[in-house]
């Protein structure tokens, strides 16, 4: 990966942990909400390091690493994949901080 994109990762990653050296004091839950990343989408060819680099991230900022495969949120039932995408989201936030990935995503959409 370029350094360019090393460097803008790593600010935007800086600005969305807690831990973070800029830490704005702010009294609305909404203010700060709003400068912390949400979500990212790594795109690109097979074999390019998408899955390394979400756990360089997870690592670099102390977090919690989950991967999820599409294949295991996938059902025949109507309505047991989104139970299932939902149960992700659900672990996810009670091993906060954390990075969620979901490897093969192109297949569950």
């Given at each position: 990966?370029?350094?360019?994109?090393k460097?803008?990762?790593?600010?935007?990653?800086?600005?969305?942990?807690?831990?973070?050296?800029?830490?704005?004091?702010?009294?609305?839950?909404?203010?700060?909400?709003?400068?912390?990343?949400?979500?990212?989408?790594?795109?690109?060819?097979?074999?390019?390091?998408?899955?390394?680099?979400?756990?360089?991230?997870a690592?670099?900022s102390?977090?919690?690493?989950?991967?999820?495969?599409?294949?295991s949120?996938?059902?025949?039932?109507?309505?047991?994949?989104?139970?299932?995408?939902?149960?992700?989201?659900?672990?996810?936030?009670?091993?906060?901080?954390?990075?969620?990935?979901?490897?093969?995503?192109?297949?569950?959409?």
């Open positions: 990966m370029d350094p360019a994109t460097d803008h990762l790593r600010h935007l990653i800086a600005l969305s942990i807690s831990s973070a050296p800029f830490k704005p004091i702010a009294s609305s839950h909404l203010i700060q909400k709003q400068l912390r990343l949400n979500g990212t989408l790594l795109y690109g060819l097979p074999r390019m390091g998408k899955t390394h680099l979400a756990r360089t991230i690592k670099s102390s977090a919690n690493f989950i991967s999820v495969d599409a294949a949120l996938q059902h025949k039932w109507s309505g047991e994949s989104e139970k299932a995408i939902k149960a992700a989201f659900t672990l996810a936030t009670k091993l906060y901080p954390y990075v969620l990935f979901f490897d093969e995503v192109d297949a569950l959409f």
